[in-house]
Each structure stands twice: as C-alpha cells, then as structure tokens.
C-alpha cells in the first residue's frame, strides 16, 4: 500500500480561494481536507449598522449570486419587520431570483464543467474527439454559444434591477421597480429567444416540453436514442462521454440532502414570516437523511467552529452566533484549517449531520410525495439517485434539469404580472426583531438570520451553499460533504488532479468564464498546451 | 501579443462576472481580436494546485514580465500586518502582490475593493483591506504607497465601481493593449477620465424631475415618476460614472429601474459607513438642506435654484411619464 499527501493550492474556477489537500492510498483518495483561505467578515462589519444596510453588503459576499443573497437578505427583513409585500413584487423577486439561476447553468456547464471534460488524460477514449470539439474551452462550438448566450437572461434582471450583478433593488415591502408593459414584453422576448436558442436549440435537441415529459432514467435514455436531434443535443453528448470515462462512479458524498427552498407563492406570502415559510414555497424545503424525509426548521441549524478559524470550539443556532477570526497561524495549533464554519443540521433521532446542499439536494425534494398543487412536483433525479446512486454525473443532471424548469416559471411569472397593481408598500419599521431569510441560489440553500436592537443590526449570520458544501470537520469529527465526496475518487495524475476538480466544480461551487489561461487559435494548439499545462 | 495576470485578493469575483458580460469588446474578442493572452485567472484558468504556480510563480520571481496585472479585491494585511486572512498558493495574498506589482508593465485595480478597499474597509475593517494605491474615503497611500509607479512608469491605474461595468474594463484593457497608456488620462483619483468625469445623473431618465425637484411618493409604485435624489439618497448628481451613458446589461441603470445610485465608483462608498438612517435616505442638514450637495453647488444657490423649480414646476413634471 503506498499513501501519499496532496496538497492543491490552490483549486481554482470556485468562487473564493479553496484549497484541497486530500490523503491518496493506492491511486484514490482515502481522506481530503477542504481548506477556505481568505476572510473578510462583512458579518462583523453589519454589527451596529442599519437594519437595511444587508442588502448592500451581502450581495457583495459573492458576485456570483448576489441576487440570491439579496432575495433572502430581502426576507429576512421583510419578517423580521412584519411587512406586506404585494404579490407583483413576489413576482419580480422570483423573475430575478430565477433569472440569474438560469444564467449560471450554462455559463457553469461550459466554462467550470466542461474544460475538466476535455482533459488531455481522456484523449484515447473515443468520443474525445467530439467531445473537445464541442467542449473545448473558447475553441468549442458549444462552448462559445452556450456562454455568449448565458449573458441575456441577466438582461431581464437588469430591467428590473437597473443591473447585474450587484442590485439592491428588493426591499422590505416589495420592490424598487414599477416595470412598465415594454419592459415586459422586452424580458419576454430575451427569454424566448434564449430558450429557443440555446435551451432548446443546443442543449436538449427538442422542446422544453418534450424533455420534461421524463421521469425515470430509462425514460431518459429513451430520449436520447429517440431521434438524431436529442441524439446529437449537448446533453446526449454529455451523458454518454460521462459514463465513458467515469463520472458515474465517483464524486458520491453522503447521500442526506438539506435545501431550504425557494420561490415563495405571491399570493401565500403576502404576510411573510418565518413559520409560514415551507407552505408558501414553490420550490420545496426539507431534508433528506438515511433514505427518510423531514421538514426543514431553521431552528435545528448550527455552525460549529471547532476547525474553523474563529474563538473556540462548539457550535451554536445562527441567532446566536458569534463571529471571532483568530490568526490561523494560531488556529493551525488548534486543529483549524479553513475560514468557513460547519454548518450542521439537527435531524429528528439522528442528530446533528452535515448535509450536501444544491441541486440534487433541490430535485430530492421535488420528489416529495404530498406536495401542494403550486409546489414543484417531480420525480426525475430521485429517481436517478435510486437508480444510479449519487455521484458527478448526477450532480450535473440535477442541474441542467432546472434550467428547462425555471424557463417555464419565469414565464408565467412575467405573464401573471400585473403592471396596474402595487410593487412595493411602505413598511413600518420596529426597532427590535428577528428575522429568517432564505432562498436558494444556484449552487444551493443561502440564509441570513438578522436580530434587529434599537434600529440596528445586533447579530446578522449567513450560512451560504458553500459553507453547507464545503464546511470541515465539527466537533465529532464528522467530515465536511465535499470532504466526503473526494473519499473514492482515483487520482491519475498528482500533478494535475483533474478528478479532484470535477468533484469540486460538480458542487458548481462556482465561478464561470469565456476564456481560458492558454494562447491557442486551434483546437490543436489548444490539446498542447492542455499536456503542457497538465 | 498582450500578456494578462489577474489576481483576486478580498474578493466577490463581481467583477470578473461583470467582465464575462462585456460586449464590446467581449471576452472573446479581446483574444480573437485584440491577441489577448490572459496566462491566468484564479476562476477562469483549468489549471490547480502545482501546475497553476508554475504558470504564475515566474512573475513573482522575475524571469517572466507580465505586460498587464489585474488585481480584484483588497489587500487584506490582517492579522497585525501578517496578510494571513488571505493566503495564496501557500503565501499571503499581500506577498504576492509585493512581488509582482513593481515587475509589472502596468498594474490595473478592477473594482471597488482593489481601488480603495471597498467594502471589506468598512468600519471596523476587520481584515485590514485596503486599496492598492489608495484608503477608503479616498486618501492617496494605499497598499502600494503613494509614490508607486509600475515598470510603464504609471501609477495603479484604477477601474472603481461595484462592481466595474465589463466595457470599462474590456475598454481600458484594449486601450493598454493597444500602446494607448500615454492617452490615458486619469483623474484625481487615478481613474481614466474618458469615463469618469461625466456624473451618473448623465443620461438619467429622471432628470426632467430633478430639474423640478419632483420626488416620487414612495418606491415601487411610485416609480413611474420622480427624481430620487432629493429624499431617497441617489448620489446620481454627485458620482462620476457613465452608468446612463453606457447602460448594464445592454438594458438599464439602476436610476432608471428606480434604485438610488450608492455612488459606488466614489471613494466614500458606501457613505455614512451604512450607520443607522443612511441606507437609501438622503442626509439632511435642518432637516431640509441636503448634506451633499449635487457637484459644485453651495447650500445657498441650492436652495435658491430649488425654490424657483419648484414654483416654476409644470403640471406634466407631477404626473407619471413612465406609463404602462
């Protein structure tokens, strides 16, 4: 038996700086530590400050999901406050929510998937050839389309929003906007002509409607024999060339799934507050843990610090959570190793675990029996993970399967607007409170939990998907969900673990790009330089 | 053949997202077009671990020279001067700064937080950010020091904004790359003012309402009419940016959707420090002078030129222009 030690530092197209060191036994990983490596504390800086001065800031954690984080930074007001909020500005809040989601499938698919997919080391399979000239980055004929097209449907946000990213335009009460008919028929146009185009036209070969006639594995599997054009569609492709080298078989974790849902009802949640959360949701919340459902309580929430760089050790509820950064030099001494707490979930008779947030924590609950006639109500990835069990593979499909989905919701939420109605009404303003926002972005659920003193912020915590995902150790020494994701997966090449990058991009722990770091017109000098960088 | 280095410190990557959304030039075109070579990018380059240093360590050495380093984010000095709140490839981010700045052609801040620090910086500043060349609030020093200049022999040549729209960037990038450094001037702030000197109310579409100092009863619904700058804090008259002169996203400004302008290309961003009664409300002295004054106007004249618009203020300037 031969183990070796890895340390990559650092693993890039995440959002943030991750850093991975995993132990390799004989060619596969056997234990990995996930390591965040910068702090900037924008939860301490909120201490004292006005109670609206989260939706400045928590944008601005990440660029990617700004959008995400002002819709839950918006709710946890909104309950805090005890507002009314008209069901046109639900609307448009869901519009943009969804918006910038759709915007990030493809964007993610193309530029953080699928370079990893053209690695030189898969060069003798042999759909390779295919595969690169779809998938190469920047040179791929999808890869140029599937990216230059991901630019519209934020065209819509930006009519609603003024801009993206960075809008602070949802506020306690509604929104800033009154969109006028033109803006409608505008964003309306955009998201058809994206649908057509990319959705329909490149990545599944047929209609939204044909796809989303599928509910099994084998109905997918149909699908992709059934005719030349879904034969030949990206995702065809994609599902063929991921069974061929591998991605089915790795990249597991542990199969218990947290999401806290998103896309309140306009009509159910005119009167937000924390305890008629879960009815009001269309996209639903809830856990999934030892092959069991539960209902999702943010009350069974903690982080834990003990091997994170902050005072102490322990975990504790967000409403009561402390944010102390200690050198890591220091921390180091202490067993600490990364910037972000573990989050952990309290599940009735199971205890506190560490649960995978995202899509495939999402498409689970969609499964949910029991669901209400407006709730998401679909039983395709569950039944994918019954089949094939959890893994890159499945991770990716959960993905791309809610961009055909969110598609159709922001259509009927721009044909249900009512542009004679109210968008927004003037809340008043207690001085004291507490309040629990969330949503989901595209890589999973995001939270804010805000206590609210004398007009100010007392204590405001964020829990992002990132933190869920790649959180460490807690105090029992449970490992972090990607940390267990790693666990399994074959290493070919130390010096360019590309496996290590298709686990941690399956996360869509983020970022994007249209152009990589290389030089190449072709997709020849493009393969030499893959070697050579590789 | 233009050689690209882009670094994030304490950052959102905002703006590398923004900058995925230029148009043009796109992302694209500045390779196809303008013989871009980005040699790395911490989210947009495959490369991780050993063979990511090998690409970029040179730099830091001097056995490569990079002809254009992009730097996105604060540099993070916490704790006690050390930079270990923001390690890199095993080193704090601030090291390599030290390293590659001085050895670059030209150093770009891209945003906010890498101009002036931005807001990691605000009170109480918990990871020490500042900007490469300067604070918050706008006094020159920074990271870099005051008298830093890069191997062109130019100061950081700072994109503020939060995020900087991708045209700015893409713009000044093609600009650098094409030998246009000696055209670019910059203002007081080291901000090119080919696009920084015109104000954010330029082009704004509630501007007739200004000129009557008509202010909207309440947001959202009453959206439809109304300058923002007199009661809901719109720092439009007072920011430099080109925000209605070259919309975000192809589509719109944030005035223009009824959202405040925050003044984020300012080093004073976010104002009031986002203390108690400053978000989204406009400071007011006597409870009727504001604090701020639109660009180059002193509380007299304010208030006299107010007075007159308001007397003179058609019936049109009342009623709804943005209709459905």
Request: charged fraction near 20%.
């Given at each position: 038996m031969t183990t070796m030690e890895l340390n990559v530092s650092p693993l890039g197209q995440v959002e943030g700086d991750l850093d991975v060191r995993v132990q390799i036994t004989d060619g596969v990983v056997s234990d990995a530590w996930t390591e965040a490596a910068m702090f900037r504390g924008f939860e301490i800086i909120l201490k004292g400050k006005d109670p609206q001065a989260g939706l400045i800031m928590t944008p601005r954690i990440c660029g990617i999901c700004g959008g995400s984080h002002l819709y839950k930074a918006c709710y946890a007001l909104d309950t805090a406050w005890g507002t009314y909020v008209p069901p046109n500005a639900t609307r448009v809040r869901n519009i943009a929510q969804a918006s910038e989601t759709i915007q990030s499938i493809p964007r993610w698919f193309y530029a953080i998937m699928g370079p990893d997919l053209t690695a030189a080391q898969y060069s003798s399979f042999p759909s390779y050839e295919e595969v690169?000239?779809?998938?190469?980055?920047?040179?791929?004929?999808?890869?140029?389309?599937?990216?230059?097209?991901?630019?519209?449907?934020?065209?819509?946000?930006?009519?609603?929003?003024?801009?993206?990213?960075?809008?602070?335009?949802?506020?306690?009460?509604?929104?800033?906007?009154?969109?006028?008919?033109?803006?409608?028929?505008?964003?309306?146009?955009?998201?058809?002509?994206?649908?057509?185009?990319?959705?329909?036209?490149?990545?599944?070969?047929?209609?939204?409607?044909?796809?989303?006639?599928?509910?099994?594995?084998?109905?997918?599997?149909?699908?992709?024999?059934?005719?030349?054009?879904?034969?030949?569609?990206?995702?065809?492709?994609?599902?063929?060339?991921?069974?061929?080298?591998?991605?089915?078989?790795?990249?597991?974790?542990?199969?218990?799934?947290?999401?806290?849902?998103?896309?309140?009802?306009?009509?159910?949640?005119?009167?937000?507050?924390?305890?008629?959360?879960?009815?009001?949701?269309?996209?639903?919340?809830?856990?999934?843990?030892?092959?069991?459902?539960?209902?999702?309580?943010?009350?069974?929430?903690?982080?834990?610090?003990?091997?994170?760089?902050?005072?102490?050790?322990?975990?504790?509820?967000?409403?009561?959570?402390?944010?102390?950064?200690?050198?890591?030099?220091?921390?180091?001494?202490?067993?600490?190793?990364?910037?972000?707490?573990?989050?952990?979930?309290?599940?009735?008779?199971?205890?506190?675990?560490?649960?995978?947030?995202?899509?495939?924590?999402?498409?689970?609950?969609?499964?949910?029996?029991?669901?209400?006639?407006?709730?998401?109500?679909?039983?395709?990835?569950?039944?994918?993970?019954?089949?094939?069990?959890?893994?890159?593979?499945?991770?990716?499909?959960?993905?791309?399967?809610?961009?055909?989905?969110?598609?159709?919701?922001?259509?009927?939420?721009?044909?249900?607007?009512?542009?004679?109605?109210?968008?927004?009404?003037?809340?008043?303003?207690?001085?004291?409170?507490?309040?629990?926002?969330?949503?989901?972005?595209a890589r999973g659920a995001l939270c804010d939990w805000i206590v609210l003193e004398d007009g100010k912020i007392a204590n405001y915590q964020v829990i992002t998907p990132t933190g869920w995902n790649i959180g460490p150790r807690d105090a029992n020494d449970n490992i972090g969900p990607m940390e267990k994701s790693f666990i399994g997966t074959p290493i070919e090449n130390p010096d360019f673990p590309v496996e290590l990058g298709q686990v941690a991009h399956s996360f869509d722990s983020c970022l994007v790009c249209t152009v990589h770091a290389y030089d190449g017109k072709t997709g020849k000098q493009l393969s030499k330089f893959r070697m050579g960088g590789g | 053949m233009t050689s690209v280095l882009w670094f994030q410190g304490g950052a959102c990557s905002g703006n590398t997202m923004s900058f995925i959304n230029a148009a043009e030039p796109s992302v694209v075109d500045l390779i196809v077009d303008f013989g871009l070579e980005i040699v790395y990018h911490p989210t947009l380059s495959m490369e991780i671990g050993k063979a990511a240093q090998d690409i970029f360590t040179p730099y830091a050495t001097g056995e490569k020279e990079i002809d254009i380093f992009v730097y996105e984010g604060s540099v993070i000095e916490a704790p006690s001067g050390s930079g270990r709140f923001n390690m890199f490839a095993g080193r704090p981010m601030k090291d390599w700064v030290d390293d590659i700045a001085p050895k670059a052609g030209i150093v770009v801040a891209i945003g906010d937080c890498a101009t002036y620090g931005g807001l990691p910086a605000v009170p109480p500043n918990p990871s020490n950010s500042r900007g490469l060349q300067f604070d918050r609030g706008g006094k020159r020093g920074g990271y870099l020091g005051p008298d830093f200049v890069s191997k062109a022999g130019l100061p950081v040549v700072n994109i503020p904004g939060c995020p900087a729209h991708p045209d700015w960037i893409s713009q000044i990038i093609v600009a650098l790359a094409a030998g246009r450094a000696a055209d670019l001037a910059l203002d007081e702030f080291q901000r090119p003012k080919t696009f920084f000197t015109s104000f954010t109310q330029t082009g704004c579409t509630r501007v007739q309402f200004y000129t009557y100092k008509q202010d909207p009863p309440s947001f959202g619904q009453g959206m439809r009419t109304g300058c923002l700058f007199y009661e809901f804090g719109c720092r439009g008259p007072m920011t430099h940016s080109p925000c209605n002169r070259i919309l975000w996203n192809r589509q719109s400004s944030k005035t223009r959707a009824g959202h405040p302008c925050t003044g984020c290309t300012e080093p004073g961003f976010p104002f009031g420090d986002l203390e108690k009664g400053t978000v989204f409300k406009t400071q007011k002295v006597a409870g009727v002078i504001p604090k701020d004054e639109p660009a180059g106007m002193d509380s007299g004249s304010y208030m006299a030129l107010a007075g007159l618009s308001r007397a003179v203020a058609p019936k049109w300037s009342k009623e709804d222009m943005f209709v459905v």
């Open positions: 690169a000239r779809r998938f190469a980055p920047y040179v791929g004929t999808s890869y140029q389309t599937g990216v230059t097209l991901s630019q519209h449907p934020v065209e819509i946000y930006a009519i609603f929003g003024g801009q993206w990213p960075h809008s602070s335009f949802m506020i306690p009460g509604g929104v800033m906007c009154a969109p006028t008919l033109s803006d409608v028929t505008r964003s309306t146009s955009i998201l058809e002509n994206w649908g057509r185009q990319w959705l329909e036209g490149q990545w599944l070969g047929c209609s939204v409607d044909r796809w989303l006639e599928n509910k099994t594995w084998s109905d997918i599997q149909a699908w992709m024999t059934e005719n030349e054009s879904q034969a030949n569609s990206d995702l065809a492709v994609f599902i063929r060339w991921a069974q061929e080298i591998g991605l089915d078989t790795y990249g597991q974790g542990y199969g218990n799934f947290l999401a806290t849902g998103t896309f309140l009802n306009p009509d159910l949640y005119t009167n937000p507050t924390v305890d008629g959360r879960n009815a009001a949701l269309q996209s639903r919340s809830g856990i999934y843990a030892n092959g069991q459902y539960y209902d999702f309580d943010q009350m069974r929430v903690t982080e834990d610090v003990t091997h994170a760089y902050y005072e102490g050790t322990g975990s504790r509820h967000p409403w009561e959570g402390v944010t102390e950064p200690i050198d890591p030099a220091e921390g180091a001494k202490q067993g600490k190793y990364t910037w972000a707490k573990a989050p952990r979930y309290d599940v009735p008779d199971i205890g506190y675990v560490p649960l995978e947030v995202g899509p495939l924590a999402r498409q689970m609950m969609a499964a949910r029996p029991d669901a209400a006639d407006f709730q998401d109500s679909d039983p395709l990835i569950k039944n994918l993970i019954d089949e094939l069990g959890p893994s890159v593979m499945t991770r990716v499909l959960a993905r791309m399967h809610e961009a055909p989905k969110y598609f159709r919701n922001v259509q009927r939420w721009l044909k249900e607007l009512d542009l004679h109605g109210e968008f927004y009404v003037k809340p008043t303003e207690p001085s004291s409170g507490k309040g629990f926002g969330a949503t989901e972005a | -």
